[in-house]
């Protein structure tokens, strides 16, 4: 599904597609994913975007960006080279990398427009992304396909625009962070070798033999859909809401003292899991949850190398009656939310991983489900692809049940957290009449709310 582009008049002119392959021989080889990796709820195209100002480095004055990155591209897939190639399904439906060499899809554009012209819409989701990610067709497969798709789309003012979309199968956002930082480095010193060498081992997070489950894992839960809870509806409203200073200082007023040092993420995602649960109106007896992806990357016993670049997720999940969510203070649904947090450790992984395995890669229930992925620790805004750091750097489209929090900067330039949420109309209404209760009215200010709206039909 792709955003309405008639929110602000520019056009695009396309060159077309290419495929950028390794610049030098690579092994032919098949290599096998991990039980992570071969998830159903990651067998999706995700796609995150960059917005650079041709003022950031002089030095680069006269250069071409889409000449830059493509030669660097295809000096960092030599390191990367299963990007080039394409998933094939093997025994049992798992998937496996051939590493065919045969390249990633590559697009060079130019818009008739100026960052300063864009800048009050660069936000997720983006809402012309379809013109500055150009979906080629027969490109959006799982199996078959190419594993990444690039559009390097260059402005009239001299600054450019960096857009991405991978098949998440391959890698998480850290890894994919890993592998841009890797053109980044090649651009415009031509690096030799990356400052961390990729590590495949996909090995480090497979099922144990045999699988056993020693934790209470609510992912796969039998949910019965008796109202709408799965957020399905013939169009959803995408919105995205900044939070700044002001508005978290208003949400730590919410809370008791001994917990206002809580991190914004988990004080955010407890505010916007109770405010929409009420705008959802359920039935005081109903179960609600609220699930977010960790990385075991870093979590202890879970020893992944620096240069490891495969999914390392685990969607963890905490459980509430509605109306117990509903009724009590703030600090209720941030213990539950905490809670998450504190039970995550090795085994907990591992029981994950193996649930993975006997579930046979069911798909995680989303019923009644307020799915979060955190991409704020995810450096994005740090990749500096020879012309200085982005203006922003994150997510770029919308996924219906999964939001996302990104650094932001609001209009005075302080830093905040942006979040995307999908709602049907109805409830996001009602959903934003209690966030606005939570953190004041600041969130209608210009300065602290992005507002674009953009309306999804049913694929």
Do not use: N
């Given at each position: 599904m792709a955003p309405s582009s008639s929110l602000l008049p520019f056009a695009v002119r396309r060159k077309d597609p290419e495929l950028v392959v390794p610049a030098k021989p690579i092994p032919y080889d098949q290599k096998q994913l991990s039980d992570v990796d071969n998830q159903e709820a990651l067998r999706y195209q995700i796609s995150f975007i960059m917005f650079y100002d041709s003022n950031s480095n002089p030095c680069m004055e006269g250069e071409d960006p889409v000449k830059s990155i493509r030669a660097a591209l295809a000096e960092a897939l030599v390191f990367y080279y299963p990007f080039a190639g394409r998933l094939k399904e093997g025994p049992d439906g798992k998937l496996l990398v051939d590493c065919t060499g045969e390249g990633v899809l590559f697009i060079e554009a130019d818009a008739d427009t100026t960052l300063e012209l864009l800048e009050d819409t660069i936000q997720p989701p983006v809402p012309y992304l379809?013109?500055?990610?150009?979906?080629?067709?027969g490109s959006t497969g799982i199996v078959g396909c190419p594993l990444l798709l690039i559009q390097v789309t260059r402005l009239m003012c001299g600054g450019f625009v960096f857009a991405i979309r991978w098949n998440h199968t391959i890698a998480d956002a850290v890894g994919m962070f890993k592998f841009l930082n890797t053109v980044a480095e090649m651009v415009p010193s031509g690096a030799a070798k990356p400052s961390f060498l990729p590590v495949w081992q996909r090995?480090?997070?497979?099922?144990?033999?045999?699988?056993?489950?020693t934790?209470?894992?609510?992912?796969?839960?039998?949910?019965?859909?008796?109202?709408?809870g799965t957020v399905d509806d013939d169009s959803i409203v995408h919105k995205s809401f900044l939070f700044g200073p002001k508005e978290m200082s208003s949400l730590r007023d919410l809370l008791p003292p001994h917990l206002r040092s809580s991190s914004s993420f988990l004080v955010l995602s407890a505010c916007l899991w109770k405010c929409r649960t009420i705008a959802m109106q359920l039935e005081p007896d109903e179960i609600v949850r609220v699930s977010y992806m960790v990385s075991a990357g870093g979590k202890e016993g879970i020893k992944l190398p620096a240069g490891y670049y495969g999914n390392a997720v685990t969607f963890p999940v905490a459980l509430s009656k509605a109306g117990l969510l509903c009724k009590n203070p703030l600090e209720y649904g941030l213990d539950l939310v905490k809670e998450i947090k504190n039970r995550l450790n090795e085994e907990y992984i591992r029981s994950a991983i193996d649930l993975f395995v006997i579930k046979g890669?069911?798909?995680?229930r989303t019923v009644r489900d307020f799915v979060i992925a955190d991409t704020t620790r995810v450096p994005f805004g740090d990749i500096d692809l020879g012309w200085g750091k982005p203006v922003y750097g994150g997510p770029a489209g919308a996924i219906k049940d999964v939001s996302f929090f990104a650094k932001f900067k609001n209009g005075k330039g302080e830093d905040?957290?942006?979040?995307?949420?999908?709602?049907?109309?109805?409830?996001?209404?009602r959903f934003q009449k209690e966030l606005v209760k939570m953190v004041g009215d600041s969130l209608n200010d210009q300065h602290y709310r992005i507002a674009t709206e953009i309306t999804y039909s049913k694929l």
């Open positions: 379809d013109r500055l990610l150009y979906e080629v067709p090995e480090l997070l497979t099922a144990r033999d045999p699988p056993r489950v934790y209470e894992h609510h992912e796969f839960d039998e949910v019965d859909d008796t109202d709408y890669r069911k798909q995680y905040g957290i942006v979040v995307q949420v999908s709602l049907p109309w109805q409830i996001m209404e």
